[in-house]
């Protein structure tokens, strides 16, 4: 069974940088995505930012030039580079890792992310 640890989570100023890690353990097919995903008070969860097994990445137009979602494939990682941040950014950031030719999607825990002056 796939589990997933995400960390680096805290509070930071406007303008701030915070780096996510989500460390996946288990059995992992070779065709996934990976992702983040982020859920502030009374709204829903919403897509952040993804990366495929091949490689390709999506990004919401809100993070846009600001995150940068990475992968260490031997560590089985996904990274989460956030710059640039802004109160908007406020959530609870989840990491989703999608396994289609198994049928199953894992979420972390998830990690708290203030952004605050």
């Known amino acids: 069974q796939v589990q997933l640890v995400e960390s680096g989570g805290g509070l930071v100023q406007p303008g701030g940088s915070l780096r996510l890690s989500c460390a996946a353990s288990?059995?992992?097919?070779?065709?996934?995505?990976m992702g983040w995903y982020r859920q502030a008070p009374e709204k829903q969860r919403e897509l952040v930012a993804t990366?495929?097994?091949?490689?390709?990445?999506n990004y919401a137009d809100s993070v846009k030039g600001r995150f940068t979602i990475s992968r260490d494939n031997g560590r089985n990682t996904v990274y989460l580079q956030m710059n640039s941040l802004k109160p908007d950014d406020t959530a609870v950031y989840y990491c989703n890792l999608d396994q289609p030719r198994r049928g199953t999607r894992t979420w972390g825990q998830g990690t708290q992310v203030t952004v605050s002056s």
């Open positions: 288990g059995r992992i097919s070779s065709i996934y995505t």
């Open positions: 990366i495929t097994s091949g490689g390709s990445t």
